[in-house]
């Protein structure tokens, strides 16, 4: 077990005055399979006038707040220290042919936060792109193991695509980053998580950090520096969802801190909301994971 020292800012930088608003934020992060939170907060300027707090449908912890003063800046900073246990060694998982994963899932009358049913169709920033189908075809030929085929599609994508900060924005469609074959880790996993959906197969997002600090003997993954994301497959009742990051080609493991799922970004997105003012806006984060017996 891996205990993390999570910190991350959030600043927007606002052209004018915002004398209003009203902010979402799912920034909390949460006991989940092999992971326990010891401690959680946020430090949010300026102070909000109103604050709830309480869940998604998908079990994301959530922040309403509504600030009623004028201001020009907005932060919030998270602190938290969170256990990551050791994942299973996939190398043991033994999982059936993907068509039968994919029969099992379009059978499921399961209508839960976890049922595979929500990972099936069509979200708001996921198309069926029958052209990214196409593209993931290749790695599920007929009776191939579920978790085979997902694990030599996320390598594909590691090698076929180019990790590039700014070649996208948070806009840019799954179908857009894939003709540019570019992208950053949002970009990686919507374009996996149409593929497999397109093919029948269950995948959801997962946003998250890595550790700032590879560990000893290890390479530094990409995207240590910011948020991540990666994507969680289906993989049958028996084991059912499992972890892959498609921007560094692995299974998500213990260098992987989950913060929200959901079905795409906009399920997930840190913070949402609406605020009275003119003009653009400017964004900066800082995030910093660190092993605790790392100092």
Not at 95 to 117: G, I, N, Y
Not at 240 to 262: S, Y
Request: charge should be negative; charged fraction near 20%; proline fraction near 7%.
């Amino acid at each position: 077990m891996t205990t993390y020292d999570v910190r991350q800012s959030t600043a927007y930088t606002y052209a004018s005055p915002v004398p209003y608003a009203h902010h979402a934020l799912r920034l909390t992060p949460i006991d989940r399979d092999g992971q326990r939170v010891h401690a959680a907060s946020l430090d949010i300027v300026p102070a909000p006038v109103e604050r709830r707090d309480g869940f998604d449908f998908f079990g994301n912890r959530m922040t309403w707040i509504t600030i009623d003063e004028s201001h020009e800046t907005f932060t919030v900073k998270v602190s938290a220290r969170i256990a990551v246990e050791p994942p299973v060694d996939p190398a043991t998982l033994i999982t059936p042919a993907w068509e039968e994963v994919r029969d099992a899932a379009f059978a499921s009358e399961d209508l839960t936060p976890e049922s595979p049913v929500h990972g099936l169709f069509a979200s708001r920033q996921v198309p069926l792109d029958p052209e990214i189908r196409t593209y993931a075809q290749p790695s599920f030929p007929a009776g191939r193991s579920m978790l085979d085929g997902v694990i030599e599609l996320t390598r594909r994508i590691k090698v076929d695509f180019v990790y590039e900060v700014g070649a996208t924005n948070v806009r840019t469609t799954p179908s857009m980053s894939f003709a540019l074959r570019r992208g950053v880790c949002q970009d990686f996993a919507h374009i996996m998580i149409s593929g497999l959906r397109g093919l029948g197969i269950p995948a959801r997002y997962v946003s998250g950090y890595l550790r700032t600090y590879a560990a000893p003997g290890k390479k530094k993954l990409e995207g240590a520096d910011a948020m991540h994301a990666w994507v969680s497959v289906w993989c049958g009742p028996e084991v059912g969802w499992h972890g892959v990051d498609p921007t560094n080609g692995i299974h998500a493991g213990e260098d992987h801190v989950v913060l929200a799922l959901g079905r795409d970004y906009a399920d997930v997105a840190p913070i949402d909301g609406v605020v009275f003012a003119s003009g653009r806006q400017k964004l900066k984060v800082g995030v910093s994971v660190t092993a605790v017996d790392e100092g």
